[in-house]
T-cell receptor, first 117, second 108 residues
């Protein structure tokens, strides 16, 4: 069984379009994340939800809006796509948030490669 | 703000040799992760280091953590081609901050 799954795996779209990426984890974890990996392989956190509540919101354009309908799902909607949004987006989950010893091993999804033309 | 720096960023080595990847970070943390990423793939967790002096080993890879020096090392012993990948360290505060990654190529 896949622990953290994402759909779609590849997404090719035109500038100005709106798109969504979905993520689901079956690990029973409380905390989920979205990361962006750019063309130079640099990984940066975008958002984190703990039990459906937003706990980390990095400096990300308002065009990006995460939604967590329940603690097993975290979706990412992107409005008015721009060329600079092209990247690989990874979803991840942990059994708790990172601070102190509450957090645990982090499991990553397979990634969604977004290409904006 | 927490900053994490890895070096080297690129490493090409021969099979059978030993080498070390370094991970320095700027502020206090008690949790450090090492990940492996193959081209076009996701991140695979290698080690979680939770305390000063922690050492973990898996096969030809050994990771250690010195929280006083704010330094972690990933040591590769007798490298084999299958270890070619990009290796990331990541340091936890209230979020996980990644190093730039070290692209390791092991030549036969």
């Amino acid at each position: 069984d896949t622990a953290v799954s994402q759909t779609p795996k590849y997404l090719v779209t035109q500038m100005g379009n709106d798109k969504s990426i979905k993520c689901e984890q079956n690990l029973g974890h409380d905390t989920m994340y979205w990361y962006k990996q750019d063309s130079k392989k640099f990984l940066k956190i975008m958002f984190s939800y703990n039990n459906k509540e937003l706990i980390i919101n990095e400096t990300v354009p308002n065009r990006f809006s995460p939604k967590s309908p329940d603690k097993a799902h975290l979706n990412l909607h992107i409005n008015s796509l721009e060329l600079g949004d092209s990247a690989v987006y990874f979803c991840a989950s942990t059994s708790g948030p990172f601070y102190g010893l509450a957090g645990g091993e982090q499991f990553f999804g397979p990634g969604t490669r977004l290409t904006v033309l | 703000e927490l900053k994490v720096e890895q070096n080297p960023l690129f490493l090409s080595m021969q099979e059978g040799k030993n080498y070390t990847i370094y991970c320095n970070y700027s502020t206090t943390s008690d949790r450090l992760y090492w990940y492996r990423q193959d081209p076009g793939k996701s991140l695979e967790s290698l080690f979680v280091l939770l305390s000063n002096g922690a050492v973990k080993q898996e096969g030809r890879l050994m990771a250690s953590l010195d929280t006083k020096a704010r330094l972690s090392t990933l040591h590769i012993t007798a490298a084999v081609h299958d270890l070619s990948a990009t290796y990331f360290c990541a340091v936890a505060s209230q979020k996980l901050v990644f190093g730039q990654g070290t692209r390791l190529t092991i030549n036969p």
